[in-house]
């Protein structure tokens, strides 16, 4: 069973960072993609970022370039997000997931499984 644990989330002023961390157990994070989503109150949840396998990334939401970067460590089996020059519309429960099929790729964002308990992000002076 994957099983995916988010952290790093909080309340931090617009303009600043944060990094969130996807930490994995119960199987080897090198083998999959990983997406991070969010869903602010009422709106649907999206894709933000995902990193395959190999390591590239694939933006999902065009208001996160230059801001988001992903990043993963196998050697941790973590995977993180790190998040510059926040904005109050970037507050959101963030989610990182997996795959279910084509595991090593970063595919639609419907296509992600086996959701983390999230973690809240909050922008706001």
């Known amino acids: 069973q994957l099983q995916l644990v988010e952290s790093g989330g909080g309340l931090v002023q617009p303009g600043g960072s944060l990094r969130l961390s996807c930490a994995a157990s119960?199987?080897?994070?090198?083998?999959?993609?990983i997406g991070w989503f969010r869903q602010a109150p009422g709106k649907e949840r999206e894709g933000v970022l995902c990193?395959?396998?190999?390591?590239?990334?694939?933006n999902y939401v065009d208001s996160v370039k230059g801001r988001f970067t992903i990043s993963r460590d196998n050697a941790k089996n973590t995977v993180y997000l790190q998040m510059n020059s926040l904005k109050p519309e970037d507050t959101a429960v963030y989610y990182c997931?997996?795959?279910?099929?084509?595991?090593?790729?970063?595919?639609?964002?419907?296509?992600?499984?086996?959701w983390g308990q999230g973690t809240q992000v909050t922008v706001s002076s």
């Open positions: 997931a997996a795959p279910m099929t084509l595991f090593r790729l970063c595919v639609s964002p419907v296509e992600f499984g086996s």
């Open positions: 119960g199987f080897t994070l090198e083998n999959y993609a």
């Open positions: 990193i395959s396998s190999s390591g590239g990334s694939t």
